[in-house]
């Protein structure tokens, strides 16, 4: 399928800007210029503000006493030991925050019926490799320690994230579940066009390198800012693909995009998770790019999208025969 017509208009803008002058690639700013321009674009990317029952901004104490931004939806007061989604927003490592995917964040509560916390981890080149990673893990013992109080299923707690968001979820499930009955994992990993492979070009880097959003040299910019030297590329939590895969981590749903330099290595992980029975669902989008998902104002598609996936989530953590013994 050809590239999604709201979509490759938004890209001739995009690239306009660019021609002119007026617009630089993130990989030619500096962190804090890229971070700008992030916030600024998601601040056009949603439609009217959605509404759930409850928006609560708090912060999460990491490891080392670190204070980690936090937002929590929940979308009926009145609903008792619910499933929950833990959330983290993708940026490269660099950017994003609460605010650039606080209208992904709301969809999926408000048509799942599901609490999601949306947890903002540490940002480089500020703090390198393994930070975020163990700030996704802090937000995990947060969420478990506080279940009763949010008055949450803690056998209904699910992992995600878009791009590096989705590589700290699938990262952590993959981690959790290597320590086998030592603590309670999550039962879904919710991956949205993850990066799984920092360590290689694939043909899907190449294909779609420049024009279509997400960048060929962006990609390599945001894990030169992360990593601490070249070798951490390797490790599974900074790439998933490397990561040794129990038999009963949890299910992965991916959602890929067509036009997204990405796509390969979400194909990859699927692959690999495959290849450790883990129960896999894989759909890719015709005609999206890379961070689709966040751009309901653009493409009229995506708040369907956002739905028909939202209401998935709702029914599976709903559901009692999928945590039946």
Known sequence: MSLNPDLEAYLDLVGAGRSAGNRRGMHDMTPEQAREQFDQSSQLMNLDEISVDQVRDFPISARDGHALPARLY???????????????????????????????????????????????????????????????????????????ELGLDPGRLAVGGDSVGASLACALATDIASR?????????????YPVTDASCTRASHD???????????????????????????????FSPLFGKVASHV???????????????????????????????????????THDFMRMEAVVEEVALIQRSLA???????????????
Do not use: I
Request: some cysteine.
């Open 250 to 288: 949890a299910p992965a749903w991916l959602l890929l995009a067509q036009y997204d330099p990405l796509l390969d290595e979400g194909l990859a992980l699927a692959t690999h998770l495959q290849a450790s029975k883990v129960e896999v669902q894989v759909q890719v989008v015709e005609g999206m």
């Open 180 to 192: 086998g009955a030592q603590e309670p994992a999550p039962c879904l990993q919710l991956l949205l």
């Open 74 to 148: 929940v979308p009926d007061a009145d609903s008792h030991a619910r499933g929950a989604l833990l959330y983290f927003h993708g940026g490269g490592y660099v950017v994003g925050s609460l605010d650039s995917h606080d209208g992904l964040c709301r969809r999926l509560s408000a048509e799942s019926g599901v609490t999601v916390l949306s947890v903002s981890y540490r940002l480089a080149p500020e703090w390198r490799f393994p930070t975020a990673f163990q700030d996704a893990q802090d937000a995990w013992a947060w969420l478990q320690d506080h279940c009763a």
């Open 311 to 325: 209401r998935r989530l709702g029914q599976y953590l709903s559901a009692e025969q999928a945590f039946a013994d």
């Open 207 to 237: 294909a779609f390198a420049t024009g279509y959003l997400l960048e060929k040299d962006t990609l390599e910019w945001f894990y030169q800012l992360y990593q601490r030297t070249p070798e951490d590329r390797l490790d599974p939590r």
